[in-house]
């Protein structure tokens, strides 16, 4: 659809007859678009890492510690994921406008980083649940510290279940289209899919040229499936564990 021309758009041909990049053409003339990718990069970049640290140690608490109150916790964590972030992007304006954190890149980060812990800390707990305790209380014995079998034994094996969550993550903050909307005003830290959501007004709707724009935004993505898809069917495949 991108490389149709505007005549042929109404047309039930799969393949355009006379393909054309005026689309495209018309896309990158509308602005600047360097900076909302390179903010779209920042802020899924920064919120895949974070979320993936932060969870990766979440679910090993919750996998392999005993305590008062796991199972409201582990259930909090399933919960926070069914609540809309509609529902609570008034408060996270709120929140951003006096810590004076409304657009920016750091503020639209910990917003996501809120909306993304919970889901990435249920993802890896079902990686964390499929090693055996047995590797870190073998290393227990050989004298590592319970710290350092976590870095030298479970994080080397669940290497791929971490590198699974950090790009559902980072798609996940890639797409949002809500918040970025909500919390940025300028080009300062607003993202791609804002842009993509300008092309259509009340009174128009750019469809070839939107069709461009989300061709260009899904790229990165696609680019990093083809260089990393070893390592993304190595995670879901084998959920972390190697016999």
Same mark, same amino acid.
């Given at each position: 659809? /991108? ?29 600047? &678009?360097?900076? @909302?990718?390179?903010?779209? =990069?920042?802020? *899924?970049?920064?919120?895949? +890492? !974070?979320?993936?640290? =932060? ?17 409201? #916790? ?10 809309? +972030?509609? *529902?609570?992007?008034?408060? $996270?304006?709120? +929140? ?5 954190? &409304? ?15 919970? %889901? ?6 079902? $990686? &964390?649940?499929?090693? @055996? ?11 590592? /510290?319970? &710290? ?17 969550? =950090? ?28 842009? !993509? ?7 128009? %709707? ?12 899904? !790229? ?7 260089? !990393?898809?070893?390592? %993304?069917?190595?995670?879901? #495949? ?6």
């Amino acid at each position: 659809m /991108s490389l149709k021309p505007g005549r042929e758009m109404a047309t039930g041909t799969l393949f355009p007859k006379h393909p054309t990049f005026e689309h495209y053409r018309v896309f990158f003339q509308r602005g600047n &678009l360097v900076k @909302p990718l390179l903010n779209s =990069f920042m802020v *899924s970049a920064c919120t895949g +890492l !974070l979320a993936t640290g =932060f969870s990766f140690l979440a679910a090993y608490a919750i996998v392999r510690f005993r305590f008062v109150g796991k199972a409201a #916790v582990f259930q909090s964590i399933i919960g926070a994921q069914f609540i809309p +972030l509609s *529902s609570v992007v008034v408060p $996270f304006y709120l +929140l951003l406008y006096h810590l004076k954190l &409304l657009d920016t890149v750091v503020g639209l980060t910990l917003v996501y980083l809120v909306y993304c812990v919970p %889901f990435a800390t249920w993802l890896l707990i079902g $990686f &964390l649940q499929k090693i @055996p305790k047995d590797f870190e209380e073998a290393a227990q014995v050989d004298g590592c /510290s319970r &710290l350092g079998a976590l870095f030298k034994v479970v994080l080397p094996i669940a290497r791929p279940g971490i590198f699974v969550t =950090f790009v559902f993550v980072f798609i996940k903050a890639w797409q949002e289209y809500l918040a970025a909307v909500m919390l940025t005003a300028t080009d300062r830290a607003r993202t791609l899919p804002v842009v !993509l959501g300008g092309l259509q007004t009340q009174t128009s %709707f750019e469809f070839g040229t939107m069709m461009a724009g989300v061709v260009v935004a899904g !790229l990165p993505v696609l680019l990093a499936f083809m260089f !990393l898809n070893k390592w %993304f069917l190595k995670g879901t #495949v084998s959920g972390g564990v190697k016999g």
